[in-house]
């Protein structure tokens, strides 16, 4: 079936460290692969998404590559704030008849000044 | 500014009470969607809605109900059926289903048994 595995947090960071967050999927035919990222307390925002092999999507820094062949899309950032503490969710649409996301279980960082 | 709204932030449920989770949205999207979230897991879908007047079960659909009367709303209700009730929910819209469309998420209920 479709699946998503992330690393297991949490990450404990200092400030202006590097960071990987290891994302992996299982899915059918090619989905689209997103990363989504929740502050306490509040719903998701979408951070980035790549919807094809070798896609890069990015934004407030961060970054993500749509491997083919390593069924990964890793989140990377080379210089965490403390502003970036949150749970980050990786996940997969593989174009299903429900229309839903598969998400992993989520990755809690948190980045210390 | 579009975007999704959910209410209330919290909601408290009675044993053997129906409670009801309001989800709006003003971004004209056909697509709205209801999950659920457990401390450290990650989201499950209850409902599905594609167009207005129609919606499907999701993977955790018993003891939920929608409805979809109007394109803008799709609210949940939280029967007394649903004997584990105690979650946060999450409410998304996308402008249709399928796997180049991105999903836009509300701000969550957070739902309490007394």
């Known amino acids: 079936g479709n699946s998503v595995t992330q690393m297991e947090g949490p990450v404990t960071l200092s400030e202006e460290a590097f960071l990987t967050i290891n994302c992996t999927y299982t899915?059918?035919?090619?989905?689209?692969l997103f990363w989504y990222v929740q502050y306490p307390g509040e719903g998701l925002q979408l951070l980035l998404k790549?919807?094809?092999?070798?896609d890069k999507g990015s934004n407030k820094g961060f970054e993500a590559t749509y491997r083919k062949e390593t069924t990964s899309f890793h989140l990377e950032k080379g210089s965490v704030q403390v502003s970036d503490s949150a749970v980050y969710f990786c996940?997969?649409?593989?174009?299903?008849?429900?229309?839903?996301?598969?998400f992993g279980k989520g990755t809690k960082l948190s980045v210390k000044p | 500014d579009g975007g999704i709204t959910q209410s209330p932030k919290y909601l408290f449920r009675k044993e053997g009470q129906n409670v009801t989770l309001s989800c709006e949205q003003n971004?004209?999207?056909?697509?709205m969607y209801w999950y659920r979230q457990d401390p450290g897991q990650g989201l499950r879908l209850i409902y599905y809605?594609?167009?207005?007047?129609?919606?499907q079960k999701g993977d955790i659909a018993e003891g939920y109900s929608v409805s979809r009367e109007k394109k803008e709303s799709f609210p949940l209700t939280v029967t007394s059926a649903q004997k584990n009730p105690t979650a946060f929910y999450l409410c998304?819209?996308?402008?249709?289903?399928?796997?180049?469309?991105?999903?836009?998420f509300g701000p969550g209920t957070r739902l309490l048994v007394l």
């Open positions: 998304a819209s996308s402008r249709a289903t399928g796997r180049q469309e991105t999903q836009y």
């Open positions: 899915a059918t035919g090619y989905p689209s």
């Open positions: 790549a919807t094809k092999a070798d």
């Open positions: 996940a997969l649409d593989y174009g299903g008849s429900q229309g839903n996301l598969i």
């Open positions: 971004l004209n999207h056909d697509a």
């Open positions: 809605s594609q167009i207005v007047n129609d919606f």
